[in-house]
């Protein structure tokens, strides 16, 4: 009985507050320039400010350097030394360019095997330069070919018509040459989404719309999938709930900035060509079944356009299919304005708790496919071009993209407290020996 006792005293203090690691560091020299080499890393894997800098504090502590301070920005890292006198702060600016999944991956691993081995850190700053260096796994024939899908997929999700897929197929493969080329040319990929919606939507009304007897929006959101912001704007409201109001802010400027030129492009389109945004008859749609479909063209254009990591293409899947099951489930319980909070809250713990099987990619893989699936990016994108182009409802759109941006959000922030707390209990109940006394969990 008095074992019983032990662990459960170990689980409540656990769930307390966290303590520093005990387990002295090798090697203090460059603890500094290895925090300043992951948290950019962590900040172009599209990780959140606060998980960031709650990761390099964790290093810190664990490398015995519990007197370094981080302050992460989207921007940069700030690291601050309190052990000189005077202290001194180390800025770190984040990279321009985002990782591949592939090197998001690389990334995770690199942290996790540096807090549990306690490597040099040396060899850590040393391994996270060769991930920013390596090369795609896929060339770019197999990366236009994964926006392809990705833009079939993501139309097949808002359950179109069954004309409206030879477009998704072309269009998607346009948008993907575009910004296969844009990547490589820093002066073109200022004004590329601009450029892109532009002319997306005056080949939609001149050519596809006389054919394709739906909305010219419903026809051109999932071309740009790339260029939609959804997933910046859901990393803005979990900063934002977390406190860290700069961050959260300037995120979410950038994000709206961002959607603000898509609909400018589309509002140019559509000023050129005078087509209206909106059809008069009703489209009959393929039916429920196209959404499941489309998940699994997302999975697999995800793959190949983000180059995920050798094996994880079925984990993709896995995480896509919860969360759009959790969100349906939502939808039920609590409608559409807050089913995005019940698909983020289940599909937070779903993928740390697949992500701890051996065969499973890192979470950040998993849960970064899950985030685009569930931002509503393509909503708050047709919600400012119908403002921009003056139609009916707009106002609406946009309030019901940011309310379902604050419900994934809070969504996010409870699936990942669950699950925190649940891995924390767990490893104190392990831990603590029957009989032994509870000031082994301290």
Known sequence: MSGLIDRVRGVLHALGRPTAADDPAPSDGGVLEMLGAIG?????????????????????????????????????????DSST???????FPAHESALRLDQAGAVEHVVRSAARERLEPKNVTAEIAKIWKAAPRFGPVLTVLGHTLLSLGFGMVINPTITALPVYVVLGAVVGVIVLIGSRAGTLSLILPVFTAFAVTVLISWVVKPIVHDDVLRLVAPSLVSFLPGLTLTIAAV????????????????????????????????????EPTSVTTTPTQLGSWAPWVGIVLVSLGYYLFSAAPKRSLVWIL??????????????????????????????????????????????????????????????GFIGISEAAAGTAGAINTILQTFGSLIAIAIGMVIGAGVSRDVKAAARAWQSVEPGASTETVK
Do not use: H
Not at 85 to 91: D, L, N
């Open 40 to 80: 950019p890393a962590l900040l172009a894997s599209n990780q959140a400010t606060n998980d960031v800098q709650d990761t390099l504090q964790s290093l810190a502590d664990a490398y015995g350097r519990s007197d370094l301070r981080v302050f992460v920005l989207p921007t940069l890292v700030m690291v601050e």
């Open 85 to 91: 006198t005077p202290s001194e702060t180390a800025i």
């Open 239 to 274: 900063e934002l709930t977390s406190g860290q109001v700069i961050a959260g802010a300037s995120r979410l400027v950038y994000g709206i900035a961002r959607l603000g030129l898509l609909a400018f492009g589309v509002f140019a389109g559509i000023s050129v060509t005078g």
């Open 318 to 379: 896995y995480a896509l299919v919860v969360a759009y099951t959790a969100q349906l489930l939502g939808n039920l319980v609590v409608g559409p304005e807050l089913s995005g909070l019940i698909g983020a809250a289940i599909v937070v713990p779903a993928v740390y708790l697949a992500a701890r099987l051996k065969a499973a990619p890192p979470s950040a893989i998993m849960l970064t496919c899950a985030y685009w699936l569930l931002v509503p990016g393509a909503m």
